[in-house]
């Protein structure tokens, strides 16, 4: 007689280690998708200084334990303060982690906070989602949820804030995240019927994003000046047709030159661009025009 010897697996863990697989991935995407506006690329640093495309990827991959944990401890629970409480607390580790490879440099801040509330969404629900919305949802309900252990330290996000009376990285989590309903994901679908290729349809989706957000690494850098001119130029290049077309293109590089001479980069568009791509993975079907 034989028997069949059979490890049962445990579906918590298979969904945690699935979704922190895409969301890494969906970090490398980003980080590797060219060209970029100010942005590290594969060209280059873009209007950074103290990054480059190893230390992203470097930065990316040590997150990938992050996302793990985010997802088991959240499987098939609802959102509370306790929950709340220890994402929280695994956020914080995973900024750490981040640091402790880049060496002091913020990486991938605005991502962990976006693509972490994304991660423990989509394993509150067990992995049973059919709409980007259904995980959106959750991960604002988990932002909204106020965290008493948060330190109350200085950041150039919430300083961007207060000074110029503007949304940032925290009041697009608690809004249900409307860069990537209302712009990136419905760009990306609308690019791709219209011909383009996967890297300019995700162009396009980053161009549509930031030519709206208020981005608060730009406004840290460039003041509102900048952010105007940057959501300006963007615009344009989508209204030429985006980055499927010449003119498109045209207006891309006076785009990148604003970028340049402004010397601003919009990290927080980039970490949406890696959130619109982990949610289009997980939910392919197609979003409206955006608006
Ligand atoms: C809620 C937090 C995100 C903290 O937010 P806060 O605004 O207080 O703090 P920041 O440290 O400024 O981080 C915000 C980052 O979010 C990105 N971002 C900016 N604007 C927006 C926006 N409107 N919507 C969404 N996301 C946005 C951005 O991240 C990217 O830029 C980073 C580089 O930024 P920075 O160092 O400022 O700029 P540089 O120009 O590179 O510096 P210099 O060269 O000039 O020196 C890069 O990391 C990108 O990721 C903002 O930086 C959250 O962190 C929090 O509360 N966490 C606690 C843990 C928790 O509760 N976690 C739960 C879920 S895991
Ligand atoms: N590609 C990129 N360049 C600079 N900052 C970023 N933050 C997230 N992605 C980034």
Same mark, same amino acid.
């Given at each position: 007689?034989?028997?069949?010897?059979?490890?049962?697996?445990?579906?918590?863990?298979?969904?945690?280690?699935?979704?922190?697989?895409?969301?890494?991935?969906?970090?490398?995407?980003?980080?590797?998708?060219?060209?970029?506006?100010?942005?590290?690329?594969?060209?280059? %640093?873009?209007?950074?200084?103290?990054?480059?495309?190893?230390?992203?990827?470097?930065?990316?991959?040590?997150?990938?334990?992050?996302?793990?944990?985010?997802?088991?401890? %959240?499987?098939?629970?609802?959102?509370?303060?306790?929950?709340?409480?220890?994402?929280?607390?695994?956020?914080?580790?995973?900024?750490?982690?981040?640091?402790?490879?880049?060496?002091?440099?913020?990486?991938?801040?605005?991502?962990?906070?976006?693509?972490?509330?994304?991660?423990? %969404?989509?394993?509150?629900?067990?992995?049973?989602?059919?709409?980007?919305?259904?995980?959106?949802?959750?991960?604002?309900?988990?932002?909204?949820?106020?965290?008493?252990?948060?330190?109350?330290?200085?950041?150039?996000?919430?300083?961007?804030?207060?000074?110029?009376?503007?949304?940032?990285?925290?009041?697009?989590?608690?809004?249900?995240?409307?860069?990537?309903?209302?712009?990136?994901?419905?760009?990306?679908?609308?690019?791709?019927?219209?011909?383009?290729?996967?890297?300019?349809?995700?162009?396009?989706?980053?161009?549509?994003?930031?030519?709206?957000?208020?981005?608060?690494?730009?406004?840290?850098?460039?003041?509102?000046?900048?952010?105007?001119?940057?959501?300006?130029?963007?615009?344009?290049?989508?209204?030429?047709?985006?980055?499927?077309?010449?003119?498109?293109?045209?207006?891309?590089?006076?785009?990148?030159?604003?970028?340049?001479?402004?010397?601003?980069?919009?990290?927080?568009?980039?970490?949406?661009?890696?959130?619109?791509?982990?949610?289009?993975?997980?939910?392919?079907?197609?979003?409206?025009?955006?608006?």
């Amino acid at each position: 007689m034989f028997f069949i010897s059979r490890i049962d697996t445990d579906p918590a863990m298979d969904l945690a280690e699935q979704l922190a697989k895409r969301a890494t991935q969906a970090l490398l995407d980003e980080v590797n998708l060219t060209p970029k506006p100010g942005l590290v690329d594969q060209r280059s %640093s873009g209007a950074h200084h103290d990054l480059s495309l190893d230390l992203m990827e470097a930065s990316a991959h040590s997150l990938s334990a992050t996302f793990y944990e985010l997802a088991l401890v %959240s499987w098939q629970r609802q959102a509370d303060v306790a929950l709340r409480l220890e994402i929280g607390k695994i956020g914080r580790a995973g900024e750490q982690a981040m640091m402790n490879v880049t060496h002091g440099v913020n990486t991938h801040r605005g991502a962990i906070w976006a693509l972490g509330l994304l991660v423990s %969404s989509a394993a509150m629900l067990g992995g049973e989602y059919e709409r980007a919305l259904n995980i959106t949802q959750g991960a604002a309900t988990m932002a909204s949820i106020g965290d008493p252990m948060q330190p109350q330290s200085f950041s150039k996000g919430k300083c961007a804030s207060q000074r110029y009376r503007i949304p940032g990285a925290k009041e697009q989590a608690q809004l249900g995240f409307p860069a990537i309903i209302n712009r990136g994901l419905p760009q990306l679908h609308l690019s791709r019927q219209h011909g383009a290729n996967e890297s300019q349809a995700r162009v396009d989706a980053l161009l549509s994003m930031m030519s709206s957000l208020t981005d608060t690494c730009v406004l840290s850098r460039g003041g509102t000046d900048a952010l105007s001119a940057m959501q300006r130029a963007a615009s344009l290049v989508l209204d030429a047709g985006g980055m499927a077309t010449i003119h498109g293109q045209t207006r891309f590089d006076q785009l990148e030159q604003i970028m340049l001479t402004h010397y601003i980069s919009p990290g927080g568009s980039a970490d949406l661009l890696s959130a619109t791509l982990l949610l289009d993975g997980l939910t392919p079907t197609p979003l409206t025009n955006p608006n």
